[in-house]
Every structure is written in structure tokens, then in C-alpha cells.
């Protein structure tokens, strides 16, 4: 087996010396691995939600036109990786082989399934057949392999999970764990997007950490979605509101919290320019957390900048230490919560 680099840099076609992630196109040829990869049957691919609903809104809403674009991207690519969002997603396998120079070194035997927890945007794949697009949660079963990088995380999928499950809330494992971590008791949190996959884990978890003394506001695009997130009860306050009207959800939230505003905002919209109303509701002390793939820098900076504000903006790490095992124990301890997810994505 010829010998591979630990982030993959072998992998990349051009332009070279750049992270798989960056690169525009990666050799996605499976038929001979390197001794530190590992391959994987590829079952379920799960589309970044911002990614999918750009494919989406391309095609349409026609299937065979979404097949085409995301065939389109594979070929031209060798990785999903969207070439406007710029963002992939993850996928559900089973590990078909294993690098000899990982073999012994790893918790992973050949036949485990598992979900890849690095993004679509830097993982090789071959998609040889679309079998069947789930448009409502974002998910695409294929026939086709994927190649793991020695750096690349993975969770095994655990036996008292439905799988699809597992899958949808790993994707977004990085929210609730980073909200566990930044959330104080008596905070007021702000979730955009409250209503949506991250943004339900988001408000159990920060629920569970402001404690009793705090606040959780959270902010749905649709009726359907806050009575659902009235019904599992983990907010102080839910209204629908549209997060591109910054002046609107301002005035709200300066409403629902005596002009004070927000410690913590947490954005998981799937649409751009929401940086505004993410900004002027959080306190000039407080902390913007930009989970959002739509998000630009440039409009949240500048955006900032224009109407004074001191805010700390942090960019959504997809990765924190512990995000899987944070996410997965939500679903765990929460039976209501569980349903909704098993009901909306299982
Ligand atoms: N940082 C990372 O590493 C990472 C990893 C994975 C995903 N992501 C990103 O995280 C975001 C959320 O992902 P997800 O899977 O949780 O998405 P999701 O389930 O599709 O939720 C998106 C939510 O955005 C809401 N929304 C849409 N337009 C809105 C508007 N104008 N005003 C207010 N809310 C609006 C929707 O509200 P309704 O339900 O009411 O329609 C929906 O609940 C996406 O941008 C995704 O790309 C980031």
C-alpha cells in the first residue's frame, strides 16, 4: 500500500500543496487505497442543510435535477463540496477496508457503520447511483465509497439509535456542544432558527444550562415550527419572525428582555443575511456564535463595525471536543425531544 499524508494531502489534484478542503479537486479513485485511509461503502449522504437548500432552489425542487448537480459536483471535484455555499455535509458507511498502517490503532473493524463528523467539503467520494433524495431532511441514499482520512473523525453509530437519526443530529453535532461549553447559568440566549435541526438541540441544551435564573428566546420562520418548539417547552419565549428584517427582531427581542438584549445569540438559519439581526440583538458584551453556513464574514464584521458594536463573534467550529457524545445523550435524555427528531428525519 503506498504511503499517505495524516490530512490527505496525497489526495489532492490541484491546485497542490493546499488541504484537501480548499483544493478544487481531489482524486476520488477508490480502487487502491493508501496504508492510512480508511474506505467506506457509502449508504447515506446527509447535505449540509445551506448547501441543500441552494441545490434545491437551483433545481427547482426537481429531483432529476438535483441528481444532476450533485453529479455534476462529484465529477468535477472528486468531493461534495457546494460550490456556492462552499459547504458539504456528512455521510453514513460501512468501513469496507482499513489502511494496513491503521490497522491495531483505531476502534474500527471492517463492517462497523459509522458517520464520517468531517465535512463532505474535503472527503473523497465516488457516487456511482442516486437512489433516493429525502429533500424534507437534506439526506440522499447512493451506492458509492468515500475514503476517510487518518485525521478524519467518525462516530460509530450507536445500537439504541435509529441511524438516520443519529446521522441528522451528528450533522449538526457542533451547535449543541459549543452551546453547552459557552452558555452560563442565567444567561439570556437568543437561537435564529430555533425551529430548525440545530436549533432544537440548541435550545435543549441551553435550556439545560442557563438554569431556572435564565432565559431562552428562540426565533422560527415558520408558524409549523414554533408551535413545535412551543410544544417541547424548552424556551421562555418563541415568536416567528423573519431574521433578514434585522429592525423587526430587534425591537422583539429588546421586548422580551426589557431593553437589556442578549448575552449569547446563536444563528442556525439556512439562508443568507441574518448577520444584522443576529448582531443588534445580542448585548455589546455579549457573544454572536455564527453556526450558519450561510453566514459571510464580511457582512457580520463590517455589519458590526457600522452600528457600533463591541460584540465577540465566533465562527461554528463543526467540531468541538465531546460534540458527538453531547449530541447523542440530548436525544438520549429527552424523550420528547427524541420524537420530534424520529418523527421529522429517523
Ligand atoms: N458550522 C458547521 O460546522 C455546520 C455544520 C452543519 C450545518 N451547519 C449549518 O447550520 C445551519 C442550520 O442547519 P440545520 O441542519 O439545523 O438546518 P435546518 O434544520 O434546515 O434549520 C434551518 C432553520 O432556519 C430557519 N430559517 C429559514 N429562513 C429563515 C428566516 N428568514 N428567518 C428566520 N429563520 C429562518 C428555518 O425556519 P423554519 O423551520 O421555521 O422554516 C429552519 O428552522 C445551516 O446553515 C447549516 O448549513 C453548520
Not at 138 to 146: C, E, L, M, N, S
Not at 283 to 290: A, L, Q
Request: hydrophobic fraction near 40%; include cysteine; charge should be negative.
Amino acid at each position: 500500500m503506498k504511503q499517505g499524508d495524516k490530512y490527505g494531502l496525497h489526495r489532492v489534484i490541484k491546485p497542490k500543496g493546499v488541504l484537501p478542503q480548499p483544493a478544487d479537486k481531489l482524486d476520488n479513485n477508490m480502487d487502491e487505497i493508501y496504508d492510512n485511509e480508511i474506505l467506506i461503502d457509502v449508504l447515506t449522504l446527509n447535505i449540509d442543510s445551506a448547501s441543500f437548500t441552494q441545490i434545491y432552489e437551483q433545481a427547482g425542487g426537481n429531483e432529476e435535477k438535483i441528481a444532476e448537480i450533485m453529479l455534476d459536483i462529484v465529477e468535477k471535484q472528486g468531493k461534495h463540496r457546494n460550490p456556492v455555499t462552499g459547504s458539504g455535509g456528512m455521510l453514513l458507511g460501512v468501513v469496507e477496508k482499513i489502511g494496513d498502517a491503521l490497522k491495531g490503532k483505531i476502534d474500527l473493524k471492517e463492517g462497523d457503520k459509522i458517520a464520517t463528523l468531517v465535512s463532505l467539503s474535503l472527503t473523497p467520494l465516488r457516487i456511482d447511483k442516486i437512489k433516493e433524495i429525502r429533500s424534507d431532511v437534506d439526506q440522499v441514499d447512493i451506492d458509492g465509497k468515500a475514503i476517510l482520512f487518518e485525521s478524519g473523525i467518525y462516530a460509530k453509530i450507536p445500537e439504541d439509535l435509529p441511524e438516520k437519526l443519529a446521522l441528522s443530529a451528528l450533522d449538526v453535532a457542533g451547535a449543541p456542544a459549543q452551546t453547552a461549553k459557552l452558555v452560563k447559568p442565567g444567561d439570556t440566549v437568543f437561537i435564529i432558527g430555533a425551529g430548525g435541526k440545530s436549533g432544537m438541540l440548541c435550545c435543549y441544551e441551553a435550556r439545560k444550562r442557563t438554569g431556572v435564573t435564565g432565559k431562552v428566546i428562540g426565533l422560527c420562520y415558520s408558524q409549523s415550527s414554533a408551535d413545535r418548539l412551543v410544544k417541547l417547552g424548552f424556551c421562555d419565549e418563541v415568536f416567528v419572525g423573519d431574521a433578514t428584517q434585522p429592525i423587526p427582531v430587534m425591537k422583539t427581542v429588546s421586548e422580551l428582555t426589557n431593553g437589556e438584549m442578549c448575552d449569547i445569540t446563536i444563528n442556525n438559519v439556512n439562508i443568507p443575511d441574518t448577520e444584522m439581526a443576529s448582531v443588534l440583538c445580542t448585548k455589546d458584551t455579549g457573544i454572536v456564535y455564527f453556526f450558519s453556513m450561510a453566514t459571510s464574514f464580511t457582512k457580520a464584521a463590517l455589519g458590526a463595525e457600522g452600528v457600533g458594536s463591541d460584540v465577540t463573534m465566533l465562527i461554528g467550529n463543526g467540531y468541538t471536543k465531546g460534540h458527538a457524545e453531547i449530541t447523542l445523550q440530548e436525544l438520549r435524555e429527552n424523550d420528547q425531544l427524541r420524537e420530534v427528531f424520529t418523527e421529522l428525519y429517523a
